[in-house]
């Protein structure tokens, strides 16, 4: 599997956006970009993924450089309850099946008031 | 959608005992993963099926570990015998395959202490 690297944590205020980035420069042409959170004493869930165009869903927006090696993760306004561990991770589909997920060390996220 | 489900929720063991985890994935889903969480090594996937069938166990840590998937609707992770160091938090995880999302879906966990 190509190999992302996130920073290991970061905070932000509550309210305020936070830019999650993501680095993954040897990706391949088939892989998507997926992103996973974690919260606490929780397992991981699904945030967004995306292939080449920005993507925007209810949790979160994702933007994709154009050369496609580096992406960020954007939540808009930041609280209290997005305290995770966000993952950024690549996956190359299979048809008829879903391709596993491997799993870095992600960035923790602190909000604070 | 009641979501993956797993079983028990937290289990504590004495050393040499065997453990056996249970886990339901999603109805309609045909692919189902096995995670093992631990502060020292975090998430790592111990042994996926597609269709029932296992097809990569390369994580699976030794001969003590086995797991299986009987039919769609069921899932077991076993350990035998159980040592300290199996003390984790294990996930079990299922998606449905087939175009861009292969989103995976994870359970709440079973949370392994080996005293």
């Known amino acids: 599997d190509a190999k992302t690297t996130q920073p290991n944590s970061m905070e932000s205020n509550e309210e305020e956006p936070v830019h999650l980035p993501c680095n993954h420069s040897?990706?391949?042409?088939?892989?998507?970009i997926h992103w996973y959170r974690q919260l606490p004493s929780q397992g991981p869930e699904y945030v967004i993924h995306g292939l080449t165009s920005n993507v925007n869903n209810r949790m979160a927006s994702l933007a994709i450089a154009e050369d496609r090696k580096s992406s960020t993760l954007i939540l808009h306004r930041a609280t209290l309850r997005d305290a995770a561990v966000y993952y950024c991770i690549l996956r190359d589909p299979l048809t008829g099946t879903a391709s596993k997920l491997t799993f870095g060390t992600g960035t923790r996220l602190q909000v604070t008031l | 959608d009641a979501g993956v489900i797993q079983s028990p929720r937290h289990e504590v063991t004495e050393m040499g005992q065997e453990v056996t985890l249970r886990c339901k994935p999603i109805?309609?889903?045909?692919?189902l993963f096995w995670y093992r969480q631990t502060m020292m090594r975090g998430l790592e996937l111990l042994i996926y099926f597609n269709n029932n069938v296992p097809i990569d166990d390369s994580g699976m840590p030794e001969d003590r570990f086995s797991a299986k998937m009987p039919n769609a609707s069921f899932s077991t992770l076993k350990i035998q015998p159980s040592e300290p160091r199996d003390s984790a938090v294990y996930f079990c995880a299922s998606g449905i395959g087939g175009g861009s999302g292969n989103t995976i879906y994870f359970g709440e966990g079973s949370w392994l202490t080996v005293v």
């Open positions: 040897t990706i391949s042409g088939t892989d998507y």
């Open positions: 109805s309609g889903h045909n692919s």
